[in-house]
């Protein structure tokens, strides 16, 4: 009797510990830290129960960028996401992957969402779901200071650099045709620019405020021509029909930091 109950409470510890090592499994290495709590836990919602992983542009100033003295990377996108997660408690994790690769990582399931300067497009709702817009801006024609190019129409015979997979790169080989010139692509933006500074490349396609902060910042040998082309609004993204709750969260967030107040002392930390 005695043995045949032993044996009844060692499955039952058994059956927890498998429960437990299930649990953890399924929302990842990083959640050592709160996986000691309780499976009653579960059911209180605020306990942060997941990382979100949320891949980013590796260089993409004034959204997200390396701070050489700390070695974290900063910016508006950065700030943003840390006072969204704060206000809705969730966890999360950045891997400045660059921009192309953060639309992989997100479609291949490996990053939970993504924060990259991303403009929202109806071509880009076909494979995902985007938040509210969080910032207007658009894409410009970048050439050297002293270059004669003053239009589309100088762009004739032209090697023009743009950065894989971005609205630049969409803009500019739907016009390449029209206006004869061919298209190199680059996997982010400082060597896109430095194409253009030594001269491999007569111009690029930059979004307006990141080329606007380069040249200031860095006193670039670069200048914007034109109007800006396509204006629209950056949003964070998710793959579409997945992580619903993620895309929620922030949403709310966006919308508390916007009132409170917050969302704008980001906006004016970085000068806007
Ligand atoms: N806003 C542009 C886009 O969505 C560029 C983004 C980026 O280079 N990080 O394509």
Do not use: H
Not at 84 to 92: E, L, P, R, S, T
Not at 217 to 227: C, H, Y
Not at 228 to 246: C, E, H, R, S, W
């Amino acid at each position: 009797m005695v043995s045949t109950i032993r044996r009844i409470a060692v499955a039952m510890v058994s059956v927890g510990v498998t429960l437990t090592v299930a649990a953890c499994g399924t929302s990842g290495a990083s959640n050592t830290t709160t996986s000691t709590s309780s499976a009653s836990d579960t059911t209180t919602s605020s306990a942060p129960s997941k990382t979100f992983i949320i891949a980013s542009d590796n260089a993409f100033a004034p959204f997200e960028y390396l701070d050489t003295t700390t070695n974290k990377y900063v910016g508006v996108d950065m700030d943003i996401l840390a006072a969204v997660a704060a206000d809705q408690g969730f966890n999360y994790e950045v891997r400045n992957v660059g921009f192309d690769a953060s639309m992989g990582q997100v479609q291949a399931g490996q990053a939970d969402g993504m924060i990259a300067g991303m403009t929202i497009t109806d071509e880009r709702k076909a494979t995902f779901d985007f938040s509210d817009g969080y910032f207007s801006d658009g894409q410009i024609l970048v050439v050297q200071s002293g270059s004669s190019i003053a239009s589309l129409d100088d762009l004739k015979g032209v090697n023009v650099a743009v950065k894989t997979s971005t609205q630049g790169a969409t803009y500019a080989k739907s016009i390449s045709d029209q206006y004869g010139f061919t298209l190199q692509y680059y996997e982010d933006s400082p060597t896109m620019y430095t194409a253009v500074i030594n001269g491999s490349n007569g111009a690029c396609f930059e979004d307006r405020s990141v080329i606007g902060w380069a040249i200031k910042s860095q006193s670039l040998n670069l200048k914007t021509v034109g109007d800006v082309i396509n204006p629209g609004q950056y949003g964070f993204a998710v793959k579409k029909g997945t992580n619903a709750d993620l895309l929620d969260m922030f949403n709310k967030g966006l919308a508390n930091i916007k009132a409170n107040g917050q969302y704008n002392e980001i906006l004016a930390k970085y000068g806007y």
